[in-house]
Each structure stands twice: as structure tokens, then as C-alpha cells.
């Protein structure tokens, strides 16, 4: 009898040592696929390495950055993604949109078109600048995981006029679409983005001479009085199992008629007052303001931290982004928006808000609906 037990784990054992090898083998190809992009090079590291920010092995923010507040764990935080039903955190109605034509905007102006979540399209002092486009359904590697809202997938990469600079703060999947980045290949001049993420473009076909990657506090100047600064952010990055192989970034856009700033991901730290001692009054804040939880807020700032961040910015106006195109928090999909325009009472920053596809000219003052509610 004992005998005949031993056979049966033994047997078990070697069932469930099977599973997960080939789980384990599976996993492995197909991690493989192109959008997972790629580790930077050796000879990249060389110049990764030569980064202060650059420290065992990995990216480093400024001061000690946990993924997680104090009180929460991991598997917490895995069982209320996937088991907690109790927050409704997508719509029930079709998100409104402007379809407009992105070929013909006026050229002797400065304006933005916002696509939903982070993406965005400035035309600033003649130059076309789009900034972390996300176009495809879907912001993940696992088909039909985090799905595009109804009403926010109107525009298209071939909708978009030829890009001058493509602007990237960091490799998550809401950030740096491998389809939509494909799609683009051909319509971009130039690729800024943080060091190691051009290993990505790498893979995905880009030439290197169109890429340029930065440190924190590197400038790319475009021309006379016309600079693209790279700045620093606190946030995380990473693509596969291993983290924070490359730099996550905000930017500053500054031209001779206008400054305009992009948070990327990040939660609040001194930073941004440091940013406006250097380069403020700045006339556009371009915010992350979506996707939060109090157990994430190191890394995604809250709505309050937002508005704060701005008043150190010293911004005369803020966009509120990162919002209203997927499902990334456990928070209903206009609280962001809600919950920035009650706090903006006590903080008085005059808010632009536009319905994705909107155009938004910086010259004019305009009055935005609330087209949230």
C-alpha cells in the first residue's frame, strides 16, 4: 500500500513538474513577440551606465520610490484588479469625440489635440510634435486585457499629418503602443525619448539616426530659442520581467511664443518646483490626472497632487490627461476629472478640458464643457 502511494505522487509530481515546465516554456515564446521590444545593447549600456540616475543594475528616481504605499501589498492589490466588481470603472454610454482634419490645421497657430488618455498632438511655432499615441484597442501584450472605451478609437495613425518630433516619457504598453509605433514609422522625423527605449524603436525597424535618447536634464535643440528639454519624473519602466531598464521622463517644450509642459507618469515629489524655479511662468501644463490609488501614489499621482504639482510648475493652465480611454484603476472613468475640477476650487488653475479631437488653440480663451457628465 505505502508502495503504491509513493507511485501516485510520484506520478503527480511529475505531472505538475510537466505543467509548469511547459507553462514556463510557453510564457518564455512567447515573450519572444516583437511588442515586448527589446533590452538595450550592450553597446548602449555603455552609455546607460555613465547615467547618475543609472545604479545596481537598474534606473533609479531621485528619492526611494516604492510601487507600493505603506499598508498595501501585491497579491491585495492583484486580488482587487481582478476579483473587486463593487467600482463601475467603465462607461456606460459612448465617450463624445470631434473627428477633425489633422492634415489641414491652421499653420500660423499653436494648438493641441488631445486623443484620449495621454495622447496628444501640439503644433507648436510650426513644429508637429506628438507625444505618447496610443491608437491600437488595446494597452496591453495580452489581447483584449485593458480594451479601449467605445467612442475613443475614432482617430488612426493615418488620420495624423507627418509628426517633426515624437515624444516618449516611458515604455509601459499605455505609453508606447508597439502597433501604433509601427504604424508611424514612416511619418515620423525624429524619436526623443528616455535612455534604453530606443532599444524598442531599435527592434521595431527604426533607423538609429532618427532616434534620439536623453538623460534627465538633456536638451534637444530644434532651432534658434527653440529647445526640447528633458526632465525628470518619478515613475517606473519596463516591459517584461525586468524593470526599470530604461528611463522614464517628463518634457518641456519650449519655443520663442510658448512653453509647454508634458508630466508623463509620475507621482509628486519636488521635482516639478524645481522645474518651475528653472523654466516657470509655464503657459501649458500638460498633467497626468487618471488611472490612481492612494497604494499607487508614489508612482500616479492623485488629483489633489496634480493640482499642487501645477501651482509649482508656477502654470498658468493645466490639460488634465491620462483619463477617459481605459480601464486602469479601481476608480469610476470620470472621477479624475470630477475630483480636479472640485479640488480646483481651492487651487484656481484655469483648466482646459477638450472632448477628444478638439481643437484647443493656446491664443484663444475659451470656456470648456464639462463633457464628462
Not at 222 to 230: G, P
Not at 281 to 286: L, W
Request: proline share 6%.
Amino acid at each position: 500500500m505505502k508502495k503504491r502511494i509513493l507511485k501516485i505522487i510520484k506520478r503527480i509530481s511529475i505531472i505538475i513538474l510537466t505543467i509548469i515546465i511547459v507553462l514556463g516554456v510557453a510564457i518564455f515564446l512567447y515573450m519572444q513577440k516583437a511588442t515586448f521590444g527589446s533590452l538595450p545593447s550592450d553597446k548602449s549600456m555603455l552609455q546607460i551606465e555613465k547615467s547618475p540616475h543609472y545604479k545596481d543594475g537598474e534606473f533609479q528616481n531621485m528619492i526611494y520610490t516604492p510601487t507600493l504605499a505603506p499598508g498595501y501589498s501585491f497579491w491585495g492589490e492583484i486580488t482587487k484588479t481582478f476579483f473587486d466588481k463593487t467600482v463601475p470603472t467603465e462607461p456606460t454610454k459612448r465617450i463624445p469625440s470631434v473627428k477633425t482634419d489633422l492634415k489641414h490645421l491652421p499653420a500660423d497657430q499653436n494648438l493641441l489635440v488631445w486623443f484620449g488618455h495621454s495622447s496628444v498632438l501640439l503644433q507648436i511655432d510650426g513644429k508637429k510634435i506628438l507625444i505618447d499615441p496610443i491608437f491600437s484597442d488595446n494597452a496591453s501584450p495580452l489581447p483584449n486585457t485593458v480594451k479601449v472605451f467605445d467612442g475613443t478609437n475614432t482617430y488612426h495613425v493615418q488620420d495624423l499629418p507627418n509628426i517633426d518630433y515624437l515624444l516618449i516619457s516611458h515604455d509601459h504598453y499605455d505609453h508606447l503602443d508597439y502597433e501604433t509605433i509601427l504604424a508611424l514609422k514612416d511619418k515620423v522625423k525624429t524619436v526623443i525619448c528616455g535612455l534604453g527605449v530606443g532599444a524598442h524603436f531599435e527592434r521595431w525597424g527604426y533607423p538609429k539616426e532618427k532616434i534620439i535618447e536623453q538623460d534627465w536634464n538633456d536638451d534637444v535643440v530644434v532651432e534658434n530659442n527653440y529647445t526640447i528639454h528633458t526632465l525628470p519624473a518619478r515613475h517606473k519602466s519596463g516591459r517584461g520581467l525586468k524593470q526599470n531598464q530604461s528611463l522614464w521622463a517628463s518634457y518641456l517644450i519650449s519655443s520663442p511664443k510658448l512653453k509647454v509642459y508634458y508630466s508623463g507618469d509620475g507621482g509628486y515629489d519636488t521635482h516639478f518646483a524645481e522645474i518651475g524655479k528653472q523654466f516657470g511662468p509655464i503657459d501649458v501644463a500638460i498633467m497626468e490626472n487618471g488611472q490612481y490609488d492612494k497604494a499607487w501614489h508614489y508612482i500616479h499621482m492623485l488629483p489633489e497632487e496634480t493640482l499642487q504639482a501645477s501651482r509649482d510648475l508656477k502654470a498658468k493652465s493645466m490639460i488634465p490627461v491620462h483619463n477617459s480611454k481605459f480601464a486602469l484603476a479601481k476608480h469610476t472613468w470620470n472621477a479624475p476629472l470630477n475630483e480636479l475640477n472640485r479640488l480646483n476650487a481651492k487651487y484656481q488653475i484655469p483648466l482646459i478640458t477638450p472632448v477628444m479631437g478638439e481643437i484647443v488653440i493656446f491664443d484663444e480663451h475659451k470656456v470648456f464643457k464639462q463633457w464628462w457628465k
